[in-house]
């Protein structure tokens, strides 16, 4: 049986915000900028080029090639500092601010999860925390690789999995916050097909007793 082509990590961010996004972009191959992605493309151009560095005794590569075979997932670290030791520590940079709200904000803690499994399974070093840089806000977050945040790197890679082999677009999130900044809102169109399913098509289209 052939295996099934690595996911991107990026994929794990995308379905952790909105499965339908994440079917948008990985499943149907569209993409669409808006200003929140332009923004996060100019806070990418600064750690996108590869390069490496010594710093206060931390190693630091920019735009690290990770995988990990036994997760099936391929992608790029936009930050990795290497303690003395060669303990990896990830830091993914993000547009906007620290302080964006918890549920939103545990999309991005996947991915830096992610990262991290894939420095492990490299290095063959444990690696129990990372950090999230958010530029408007010039400072990062702390995000401790906890066995929970781990188990949901797993179960979130089985459900793009499966979406990408059952080719079934998810329907739209029922939360208007993550619709509001989506760059795709246009494509998903989630309040004419809110509206379409609240349709009584029970009735004749021309029933004069309506």
Known sequence: M????PLPLSALQHWAYCPRQCGLIHLEQA????????????VHALVDKP??????????ERALPLWSDVLGLIGKADVVEFEPDGTPYPVEY????????????ACDDIQLAAQALCLQSMTGRAVSEGALYYASSRRRRIVPITD???AQVVETAHAVRAMLASATLPP???????CKGCSLRERCQPEALARLQAADFSRAPFDPDA
Do not use: C, M, Y
């Not at 993409?31 to 493309?41: A, E, I, P, V, W």
């Not at 739209?172 to 993550?178: L, S």
């Open 2 to 5: 052939e295996e099934p082509d």
């Open 31 to 42: 993409f669409d900028d808006n200003l929140h992605t332009q923004r996060g493309h100019a």
């Open 51 to 60: 390069g490496v560095e010594e710093r206060k005794g931390l190693r630091i």
């Open 94 to 105: 993000k547009h906007g601010s620290r302080d964006k709200a918890a549920d939103i904000a």
């Open 148 to 150: 929970a945040l781990r």
């Open 172 to 178: 739209p999130t029922q939360d208007v916050r993550r």
